[in-house]
């Protein structure tokens, strides 16, 4: 196993997710309350393809089919409430091919479950449309403490009173898709209210989707109900996806991806029956009873890792924050900051030369944060107990946070200061080398675009 995924596994296993951890009161194992469970392991413990100890497992509770691929901390990767089940008839476990997927095939051979593990890990699922009241046993307290990067428009349980606190900027960042089914759950009545610009720019975007109600036709007919909506969080480094009728009623649940990268390619959305997600190479496709996922695993980040290059023109890692001190909104996903110029300086009070730097960044952050600049100051995660009082005593007002360990490694940062310089791309521009800043003609390239990036 590479130090890379040993580190990983080090994460996971101190981070807090589905049912266990800080964050968190710790829920019931429902196979405690379960008329059947089986569960089958994925591989050995030497397989690169899955930890020790993980395993799909099976079990029925109030006469439905659950299915959920557990990792060694007996966390879940998915989970999956199926269909009707009969615990005298339960379903079998299947290995398939050359133990590289496994498979949960319902008693009546129609409703079944597939993961893939090998390789590019896959779901693919059938299930039955159940009642929204048959999830109330599916554990929602991912979202305590997640960080929710769709916004509003991305849910489907959007009403008509909460329009109005929807920014314009929201409207114009969502996929057209998504609006489109906004405008039809709701009708394009409840839109009406906006401000001029605001409904100016949705009609822009999704003309048919108020066709009838310009034209005068159709004003009386009751809202469009989506059967189906899609939202995510992102928590403990991991991004959740949840799929069911609305925001508190689940059938399945997805902790697709480690969000070890800023992802350079996003977008979701809702129709009538289904919805879709997806996430650089992650995708979620779901559509009347059917699920097909791809996600990412411990041994496929070990292949990127590997071939991954600090260099101009990368993507950079994400961040992980321990906590805030002077907070900006969104600052532990640094694609949030797309359009902008962001410097990442890692610092620390017990380095004269990290507190000589931040005093200069805290200048450079008041001097240009109107033009697009933001720096995030990323204290060590070593020696930080007099942080606050240290921030307080000086006034520095530049976004500041305690490292929760994880940021600093991922750049190869042990000795303090550092600095890492993104451009409006959200793309690695420059490093330092012996702890030096990015020098005023390197800033001023970026933020003005104008000549050949300096080396100086």
Known sequence: MSSFRSMKYQILAAAALL???????AAADPTDQAQWSESVPLGDDDSPFAGPGERIEAYIVDGLLHVRRLDQNDSPHWHLILAE?????????????????????????????????????????????????AFASLDTTVRQNGIDPSGYAYRVGVTPDKLQEIPLETF???????????VQQLGPEAFASLDTATLALLKKRVPEAFASFDSGIGQSSPPRVLQRGIFKWEKDGQLWVALGPNRDHWDT??????????????????????????????????????????????????????????????????????RWINPIEQGDRLSSFKGKVVVLHFWATWSPESVEQLAHYDELYKEHK????????????????????????????????V?????????????????????????????????????????NYLLDDTDKFPTH
């Open 19 to 25: 049912i266990s951890g800080p964050y968190i009161t």
């Open 85 to 133: 089940a009969d615990p005298n008839q339960p379903p079998t476990l299947e290995r398939l091919g050359a133990n590289t997927a496994i498979e949960v095939r319902h008693a009546n051979g129609m409703h079944f479950v597939r993961d893939t593990f090998q390789g590019f890990p896959s779901l693919a699922a059938h299930r039955q449309q159940l009642a929204p009241e």
């Open 172 to 182: 114009a960042s969502v996929d057209s898709t998504t609006l489109a089914g906004m």
């Open 253 to 322: 649940l997805i902790r697709l991806t480690p969000t070890l990268f800023v992802p350079e390619k996003t977008w979701m959305g809702a129709f009538a029956d289904g919805a879709f997600l997806t996430w650089d190479n992650t995708h979620v496709w779901d559509s009347s009873g059917m699920l097909i996922a791809s996600y990412a695993s411990p041994f496929m980040l070990d292949l990127r890792q590997q071939h991954y290059k600090l260099v101009r023109g990368a993507i950079p890692f994400n961040i992980e924050v321990q």
């Open 370 to 401: 109107d033009e697009g600049l933001v720096v995030i100051a990323i204290h060590s995660s070593e020696g930080a107990d007099d942080v606050d009082a240290f921030i307080a005593e000086r006034g520095y007002t530049l976004p500041i946070a």
């Open 403 to 443: 490292d929760a360990g994880a940021s600093a490694q991922r750049y190869g940062i042990w000795n303090f200061p550092q600095s890492v310089l993104l451009d409006r791309d959200c793309r690695i521009a420059w490093l330092s080398k012996d702890g030096e800043a990015p020098s005023q003609t390197q800033l």
